[in-house]
Structure formats: C-alpha cells, structure tokens
C-alpha cells in the first residue's frame, strides 16, 4: 500500500560558517531525494531549506549557487545572526512537509542517516528521534560538560529527554511548525518541542565533528555554548515552582507546629524555658516566617502560570499517524544505499 | 466599477477596477493614492440583466471619455467564496462572461489589457508544495470557475496578465469578505465562532490585499506591459492555522473561538518562493499585518 501524494520530508539546516561543506551536503541530499523517488518510496524530501544566520565565511555566496542549481533548495537570511535555535525556528516555519529534519551544515550529520531517524520514529510511533552519538562527537571536555550540564537541568526540571536533545533530529511537520511559532526570545526550541509532545525516541548513530581536532573553527565557541546552556536553563520549568506553594503550605504547618509547641510548653511547663521573652519571639518569628513562605509559595506558582501562558505552552495539540507504519514497513523493507 | 486616468508622456491610459470587495477596494484604493479618487460607473447588481440595463451607461462613458484610448481593466469582481457550488460559481461566470461582452460589443479590445486576479488556492487545491512544475488540478467548483475565467480572458485579450492570488486577508471595511485572518480578529472582540474549512495544522500561504494593491498600482503606473503573463501573488511563508491562531490571540489578547467545519479542506497549499515575482512584489509579514489591522479595528 502507498500513500498518494508521498509523504514529504523537508530539512532544514543552519548556516553559519559552512562554507566547506555545503556543496557535499547537498548532492547528498540529492541522493537521497533521488534514491527515494527512484525506488517508488511513500515518502520524499520536497525541500532542504539552509538558514543563512548572518554567515561570514562566503557560505552566502554558495547558498546563492545550489538556489540556482538545485530546484528543491531554499535559502532563507536572517538580518543578522541570532543562533543555531532562533535560525532553525525559521527554517521550520518556513517549512511545508509532514516531517521536518534539522541537521548541521558541517555533515557531522550524514543525509543518509535521515532515513533511519524516520524509520525510528514512525514505528515507534513517536513524534520526535533523536540521534544519539555512539561517539563523542567532539572533544572529550566538551562532550562531559555538555552532558552534566545537561543532567543538571533534567534533575531540576523533571524533564527526562534533556540528555538526549540534539540537533540532528527528525520532527513531526506540525510540532515542529507548532513548536516554533510559540518560540520567543531565548527560548530553547526542544524544550518548546516537548510542550506538544512526549513522544520521543532516539537512535545510536555514528557522528564524528569534521572540525574537531583541526584547525577549523567549531561553529559555536566556548562563549556560545555557555549562552546555549543558559538558554535552556531559561526555557525550563524547575520543578521545585512546580512544587511551590505545596512547599510553602507544608513550611507554614512545620512553623505553625514549632510556635504551638513552644506556647504549649510556656503555658503548662514554663520550668522548661526561663528566658523572658523568648517564646513571644519565637511564635512571632515562626508565624510571620510560615505565612511568609506560603505567600511565595503561592506567588511563585502564579508566576510559572502566567510564564506558561507567555510562553505559548499549548492546552492541547493534535496530530494524524495514520500513515506511519506504512512509511515505517517501507523503510523496513528497502535499505537506504551508504 | 471605478475608472482612473493615467497621462504620461503625452499618453492618456485609462486603468478600470472592477469590483470593490476584499481586492478590489484594496487596489482602488491604491489607485487613488496616485491617480486621485477616479469616477465611479455603477454596474447595479451581480445580475447579466443588471449589466444590460447598465449597457448604455458604460457605452457611453467609452464613447466620450475613453474614446480610442487604450484600457487597462483590472478584474476584481469574484464573488463566490471557496466553498461556493455550482449555482453560484455559474452566476458569477454568466456575469464575467456577459462583461467581457459587453465591452468587447463597444470597442476594439484588442489593444486593451485586461488584469484578472484568479485564485492560487483554488486551482492548486490539495497540490501540497506547489512549485514551477504543478499541474492545475482544481477540484472543486470554485477552482474550476477561475480555471475557466482565465482560459476565457484569452479568448477575448491578446495582452493578459494573471494574478494568481493565495489566500487573500484584507483590512476591516463592512460589507465584504475579509479572509480568515481579519475574521479571526473581528470575532475575537465579538466573542463569535469563526468557521474553519482545515484543521489546526493545515498549512496555507496568507497575503494582504494591501500588497496586492500596491503590486497592481507599481506594474500598472511603471509601464504599459504588454503580453500574456500568469503570477503567483504568495508570500512563499506556509503558515498553519495554529500559528495564526496564537498570533491574533498573542495581538488582540483575546480568547479565539473555532469550530471546524465539513467538508474539511484539511490538505496543505504552499508555495514555492521560486515562483513567486521577483521584481515589485513585496508581501508584508503576517505579524506586521496583523497588528496594523488590530490597530484600525480598535481605533475605528
């Protein structure tokens, strides 16, 4: 059984010092356009679409050359650059296919490899795969950071998938269109994905960073990094605001028992504390001090509330997998060519 | 219909819209900005004996005023909507056809030019991305009949410019269609229901009858182009219902109410920008559009 029209694939990548790769990344693209329509697939890359994000290593100049050549490319510039989310944001709402895979520009990502990410997600029925590196991808500090850095904030925010975002991902055409469209400043674009959906997967594959280890320089510096990762701390929800005025009520009962408690014992055995005063200070200070703390508490979660609504966290969204496992058995079936 | 003047270089050219709905009041409005208010010809009611009746008037006015000055006529007189029948779409072809008649009874229209804006959406319906190798394939009666008005204006114009236009919103006039965008805004401060022919994540091109107007006005006031030429009139931004749903809440501040409607019209129309015009034509980004409609509705 196939699906009629296919099912469309758009990719979206982010340029910004690509220079080098670009021409090899996109014949193959073009090979697997040409390898998917050649065997009759249920599904096909309609367009790749390279996010110009202010690049200043001529890769604008061959951005314009594979427009002119390759009928299916897209180019897409950003007034000046504002980073690898904000540009693959706009590359997605620029985007028209039933799934949508971003990649890098630098062929860490093998085009190839698309195919089993999707082949991943349909049978299993998910809406997001990631790549999971089965090396590290780049130096051994840098790989070590990026992961406790990243264990720290799933702890905080009670989101397991934080260890496994990527950029190499395949996403459901309207999640991700959904997701970026909710985007504001600073927001960390996974993290936006995981409001509409919680369906994930991921899958090991082999990546290796062309720059690492070579006098090319990395994309993204150490500085950039530091910003990625507190953008991603400044688009989660911690959990304990989740958790805030629960916290508040239960420190104003510990405090309403420790002031009871001393006046109890004032009252029926004032042997036991002789100091004047102190319980009349204790009481008060144990009573402002919890209704303090249930008051933050409860200021608090209004506070995650109206960030929510900001934020365009969605009530609900809706999805069609009707035709995933027919794409899924196709894949299963026919072996993407290396 | 209204009728502007245009000298230039010692040439007088006459530049008629027909039609004062979502695009039409957009481009006479433009008109207007360059050319000054022009004069009405009343046409009477959407009816072929109303155009009968009218016969003598426009006879007339092209008798004495136009005289053997050429015409540019720019249609913008569509009536039915996307999800128009039979009865209806053949009203409006009765009427288009009776029109190109009547003028065509009255005076040699072979050296005039006639600009007909047709529908992208509806001729490519269901064609998902929508590039310089589509087919046509209209499939409902609406994409037929601008199908058919097209394949009929070259019949009648050796010069012909066609203006395939997405999915059209316009500002807030009474009396008019306006397009989903500009509904969505009017019945967010109403508290209605706006009707949706799709579903959340359908995917369309949206452009604003404004940037059709001042396309129009540049193309028409630069040069007399003369010829036979089809444009896509899109954005090349695919926008899905969802994401302007969040925008006009996130503008107005207002809760959105939808119900969605059958026949669900739930399949994708973008458009590739590659096929788009690439000198003159301008389309505002939908967030800007949006606020400036926001803004006349709450100031007017």
């Known amino acids: ?338 | 219909m209204r009728a502007f003047t245009l000298l230039k270089n010692g040439f007088k050219r006459h530049i008629v819209v027909i039609g004062e709905g979502l695009i039409g009041s957009a481009v006479s409005r433009n008109f207007s900005a360059e050319l000054g208010s022009g004069s009405i010809i009343p046409l009477g009611s959407y009816t072929t004996e109303s155009l009968l009746s009218t016969e003598k008037v426009i006879s007339n006015w092209l008798k004495t005023v136009v005289m053997d000055d050429p015409v540019d006529w720019i249609w913008c007189a569509g009536r039915a909507s996307f999800t128009a029948d039979v009865l209806r779409c053949d009203e409006e072809l009765a009427y288009y056809k009776g029109f190109l008649r009547l003028i065509a009874k009255h005076r040699r229209i072979e050296f005039d030019t006639l600009q007909l804006i047709s529908s992208a959406g509806g001729i490519f319906e269901g064609c998902g991305l929508v590039d310089e190798d589509t087919a046509e394939q209209p499939s409902r009666p609406y994409g037929r009949l601008k199908l058919k008005m097209e394949r009929i204006a070259e019949n009648y114009f050796p010069s012909l410019h066609i203006y395939r236009a997405t999915s059209v919103y316009g500002s807030i006039y009474q009396g008019h269609r306006s397009g989903l965008v500009t509904s969505l805004i009017k019945n967010a401060y109403r508290f209605q229901i706006t009707e949706i022919w799709g579903s959340l994540s359908t995917l369309r091109d949206f452009i604003w009858a404004e940037d059709i107007g001042q396309y129009l006005v540049r193309r028409t006031l630069r040069t007399r182009a003369l010829g036979r030429k089809t444009y896509l009139l899109a954005s090349g931004r695919p926008t899905s219902i969802y994401e302007v749903m969040n925008l006009v809440k996130h503008v107005t501040q207002k809760q959105i109410l939808i119900r969605f409607c059958e026949p669900k019209n739930s399949s994708n129309i973008v458009f590739s920008s590659r096929i788009m015009p690439q000198q003159g034509w301008y389309p505002t980004a939908l967030e800007i559009a949006v606020r400036k409609i926001n803004l006349d509705f709450t100031t007017s």
């Open chain 1, 1 to 338: 059984m196939n699906i009629d029209p296919p099912t469309s694939v758009s990719v979206v990548i982010p340029v910004f010092s690509g220079a080098d790769y670009l021409c090899d990344l996109t014949q193959q693209l073009e090979q697997v356009k040409v390898w998917l329509s050649t065997n009759d697939a249920p599904v096909s890359i309609v367009e790749a679409i390279f996010v110009d994000d202010d690049s200043s290593d001529g890769s604008d100049v061959i951005l314009a050359s594979l427009l002119e050549k390759y009928p299916w490319v897209r180019v897409v510039q950003l007034t000046r650059n504002f980073g690898q989310h904000p540009a693959t944001a706009a590359g997605i709402l620029h985007s028209s296919g039933d799934w949508v895979c971003t990649m890098d520009e630098d062929l860490q990502h093998k085009p190839q490899d698309m195919l089993r990410l999707l082949q991943t997600v349909t049978s299993a029925g998910g809406d997001i795969c990631y790549a999971e590196p089965s090396l590290g991808t780049h130096s051994s500090f840098r790989n070590k950071s990026s992961w406790l850095t990243k264990k720290i904030m799933s702890a905080l925010s009670g989101n397991k998938w934080i260890t496994k975002f990527h950029s190499f991902r395949i996403i459901r055409g309207p999640i991700a269109r959904a997701a970026a469209s909710v985007m504001a400043h600073q927001t960390y674009f996974d993290v936006a994905l995981s409001w509409h959906t919680n369906r994930v997967c991921t899958i090991s594959l082999a990546m290796k960073d062309p720059r690492a280890g070579s006098s090319k320089k990395s994309g993204y510096p150490l500085k950039r990094l530091i910003q990625h990762a507190g953008r991603l701390f400044q688009s989660l929800e911690l959990g304990i605001l989740k958790m805030a005025s629960l916290l508040g009520f239960i420190l104003m009962l510990i405090a309403a028992f420790v002031g009871l408690s001393a006046l109890a014992i004032r009252i029926w055995f004032p042997e036991i504390i002789t100091l004047p005063g102190w319980t009349s200070v204790l009481v008060m200070s144990v009573f402002f001090g919890g209704t303090t703390a249930f008051l933050v508490g409860l200021v608090l979660n209004q506070v995650l509330f109206l960030s929510q609504k900001m934020r365009g966290r969605p009530v609900f969204f809706t999805v069609n997998r009707q035709s995933d496992l027919i794409i899924a058995n196709w894949l299963d079936e026919h072996q993407p060519q290396k």
